[in-house]
């Protein structure tokens, strides 16, 4: 292969990781001066250029790959992608049509939460009014709640005159509010403006057009009167205080009136006394709501629907009230053959995808640039610590801002945000659990969405509906994918799948194949880690993908699809085999057959990267569970040229030396298979020993071979069970006195660890070999 070009050359240093020699950045764009640009800058002497000096082993990429991907995903049972065929778990990946139909979509109407005659407070609803007595009693129909709680709360309004109920939204705090109005006989009952200022209070309960139809001067009415001020809106310059509930109750006593107040968990209050209102549970609500929709002579049908599939499941995904209630409304039209299991099954996810488009369709009052960022950022850190999530959600609000104001400075408030608020927000939570480090597990903080598919449709939602974000979102993950910590650039590499799930030519064309030609090898890896994710939820094309890549000019290309073969390899072994052949043909052949392993000193920097890539693609496939398949297809193409025969030395070799979780003394995966097979007397109780005498007698090989056979022995002198394998495994490798010689020669003469005296094991190993 003749030398590549400028825009193609491997990566040489530090200095080529900014911009390639044909003037673009290295991200699909002009490069920037540092000076003028905007952007946030990495801080100096970040790792990356040390990271691009010692790039990461397959094996050890597959493993974060494994241990942070998010848990859509399913990665974590290793079988689709380099899984070990010996303690590892075998059982397929049920992930991936299931996470790619969400990540396409229900294709269903969405559905609208408002119940008839009342809406769901929000910022716009800013005028008061009167809750119509048909809205009221068709609420009290449905109403579910603790007797002894609806009691206490009662005789507490009774006395006091004014309640301050505090939840989360859309817990049916509203809806207990005007009940209690309701259940005190309150008419009529009052909204209140939510806007409303707390000092205010007092004259609002009061006020003229609140009433209009309130007692003549010196007499009585037959029914109190009742106001509901929902999600007041407080800030620290205005709080609700004590005295301002004090003046409240003295003027509502003086009309015979009540008022309930419902305040968010993040209300600014002084000295006031509330009370937490505790949602009802979903499933009580159904059954509440389903006995108003069917026939009420009808409660069979109504028990037949509550234990439906797709309603258990449902119910299990803790839907907010309003979403219960709406599923209620359906639940009737489908017991009336309005409508077909299709919609009852669809629904949740319905549901789900129309509170992801509420997200992104608030304005600037309601839900900030920065809350939506954070909202991102939990999609691609979904399951992964919160202070991680926090940090990288800020990094996307300051690119989002550079879109909505070029002219302006990002900036970033560095206190001031309230994570229970954020979480609530996102429907998401908070709980402790260990994360995987290089140093081993360790406990953290972490949080994620309550609704597993929450990621995958707000991904989706977000590059497909709000295509204003893109540029932002891609100049955010190519961030991530800088990052030294292999967790965010695992996540970035997720994040890209699903995009690519959604819209395979964007994807690439935007941000995969950008990172797949990049000079800096942290880029490629996570090209790699992208398209194995995509594959795994069921992008389409992606085999073909790497089909072309690996038959191209580009050697970043060639290198990133073997290193994804070797990954996803293993559901097509015999095309996947082939194709590492033909690179390493293609290897071999441009350095005038010299040879690939034999001549070093013929290769440049990158040929020798993808030599040893190519070993390493052979080893994972050798280990996955197409493993058989993979043997035989190295044992029947073993003669066919020096160039294949030297790739599946290399490769054995290589998978020999990994061992049981990666442990020092752990137990070798490759003896490990072959004491299974031995046992079974499957085809690979021959294969692997046909191996092993190739890699020993082929003169590039024969060192490495016999140092992995000297790893073996020192870990059968800690392992009564490698002992045993290994035992059975020696006799079988003895075919000719010079094979022979060489175990023999072995055995006898190789030290102990730290030169110590020979391990004891070694000579009773020594006595399996047959005499030649």
């Known amino acids: 292969m003749s030398t590549p070009d400028a825009a193609e050359a491997p990566r040489t240093g530090p200095e080529d990781s900014a911009a390639s020699a044909d003037g673009k950045d290295g991200r699909g764009g002009a490069a920037k001066d540092s000076k003028d640009s905007k952007e946030p800058r990495e801080a100096e002497g970040s790792e990356g250029s040390e990271e691009r000096e010692q790039p990461q082993t397959a094996w050890s990429a597959r493993r974060d790959l494994i241990d942070h991907s998010p848990r859509t ?30 990540i396409m979509g229900s294709k269903t109407e969405i559905h609208q939460w408002s119940i008839p005659g009342l809406s769901a407070p929000s910022s716009a609803a800013s005028a008061s009014g009167e809750v119509p007595q048909t809205t009221l009693d068709r609420l009290a129909a449905s109403f579910v709640a603790a007797d002894a709680t609806v009691e206490a709360l009662l005789a507490r309004l009774r006395v006091e005159r004014v309640l301050v109920l505090s939840g989360a939204r859309f817990t049916g705090r ?19 403006d939510r806007d409303t200022n707390p000092s205010t209070l007092a004259d609002r309960s009061t006020a003229p057009d609140a009433t209009a139809d309130g007692p003549a001067a010196g007499g009585a009415t037959a029914h109190p009167r009742g106001y509901v001020l929902a999600d007041l809106l407080t800030r620290r310059d205005r709080p609700l205080r004590e005295q301002h509930l004090l003046a409240a109750r003295d003027r509502l006593a003086a009309q015979d009136a009540y008022l309930v107040v419902t305040v968010g968990p993040t209300a600014v209050l002084e000295d006031v006394p509330v009370v937490d209102w505790q949602p009802p549970r979903a499933t009580d609500v159904l059954a509440a709501h389903l006995r108003t929709h069917v026939a009420a002579d009808d409660e069979g049908t109504a028990a037949k629907l509550l234990e ?27 017991a009336a053959g309005e409508v077909g299991e299709n919609a009852v099954a669809q629904f949740s996810l319905v549901s789900l995808e129309n509170q992801v488009q509420e997200w992104f369709e608030e304005d600037e009052a309601s839900i900030h640039l920065r809350d939506k960022a954070f909202l991102v950022a939990l999609a691609a850190f979904d399951d992964a610590p919160y202070a991680l999530t926090a940090e990288l959600s800020d990094l996307l609000y300051r690119f989002l801002q550079q879109i909505q104001n070029p002219a302006g400075v990002p900036e970033v408030p560095v206190f001031g945000t309230h994570i229970g608020k954020r979480l609530q927000l996102a429907r998401a939570e908070r709980y402790e659990d260990d994360e995987h480090t290089e140093w081993g597990p360790v406990t953290q903080q972490k949080a994620r969405f309550t609704d597993d598919r929450a990621s995958l449709v707000l991904l989706r ?35 890209v799948a699903v995009l690519a799930r959604t819209d395979l030519p964007s994807a690439m064309a935007l941000v995969i194949e950008p990172w797949a030609t990049s000079n800096r090898f942290r880029h490629r890896l996570v090209a790699v880690s992208a398209l194995t994710l995509a594959h795994l939820i069921d992008t389409p094309n992606i085999p073909r993908i790497l089909d072309e890549w690996s038959k191209g000019e580009d050697r970043r290309l060639r290198w990133v699809a073997v290193r994804a073969y070797a990954l996803i390899g293993a559901e097509r072994p015999e095309q996947a085999l ?3 052949r033909t690179a390493a043909r293609g290897l071999y052949g441009s350095h005038g057959n010299h040879g690939t392993y034999g001549n070093a ?10 030599a040893g890539e190519l070993r390493e693609a052979v080893a994972l496939l050798l280990l996955s569970e197409a493993g058989d398949r993979v043997l035989a297809e190295l044992r029947l193409h073993l003669p066919d040229d020096r160039a294949v025969h030297d790739l599946t030395v290399g490769g054995f070799v290589s998978a020999c030396r990994h061992t049981q979780d990666d442990e020092r003394y752990g137990h070798p995966l490759v003896l490990a298979w072959y004491a299974q097979s031995a046992t079974e007397g499957s085809a690979a109780a021959q294969g692997i020993p046909f191996l092993w005498r190739a890699a020993l007698g082929d003169p590039n090989a024969t060192r490495q071979a016999l140092d992995v056979l000297r790893e073996w022995v020192l870990i059968a002198d800690r392992s009564t069970a ?3 394998a290994l035992a059975a495994l020696l006799p079988t490798l003895v075919t000719t006195p010079a094979e022979y010689q060489r175990l023999d020669h072995l055995l006898r003469t ?23």
């Not at 995903?73 to 969400?102: A, I």
């Not at 000193?601 to 993808?610: C, H, L, N, S, Y």
């Not at 730290?754 to 391990?759: H, I, K, L, S, V």
């Open 73 to 102: 995903m399913n990665v974590g049972d290793r079988s689709r992608f380099g899984g070990s065929m010996v303690g590892g778990s075998q059982h397929g990946v049920s992930g991936g049509q299931v996470t790619g139909d969400v």
């Open 174 to 192: 509203h809806t207990a509010a005007l009940m209690l109005l309701h259940r005190l006989g309150a008419a009529p009952v009052h909204t209140l």
């Open 308 to 334: 439906l599939p797709d309603v258990v499941e449902f119910l299990g995904r803790r839907h907010q009230l309003r979403e219960v209630a709406a599923f209620a409304r359906l639940l009737g039209r489908y």
């Open 461 to 495: 939602e977000v590059w497909t509906g709000h295509p204003s974000a893109r540029p932002a979102l891609i100049d955010w993950l190519r961030r991530l994918a800088d990052d030294g910590r292999p967790l965010v650039r695992t996540r970035a590499a997720s994040t």
């Open 578 to 580: 082939a194709a590492l």
């Open 601 to 610: 000193a013929a290769q440049d920097a990158f040929d020798r990267e993808m």
């Open 722 to 724: 490698t002992e045993w």
């Open 750 to 772: 190789m030290p102990g660890e730290d030169g110590a005296q020979p391990p004891a094991v070694a000579a009773r190993l020594v006595t399996t070999l047959p005499r030649r």
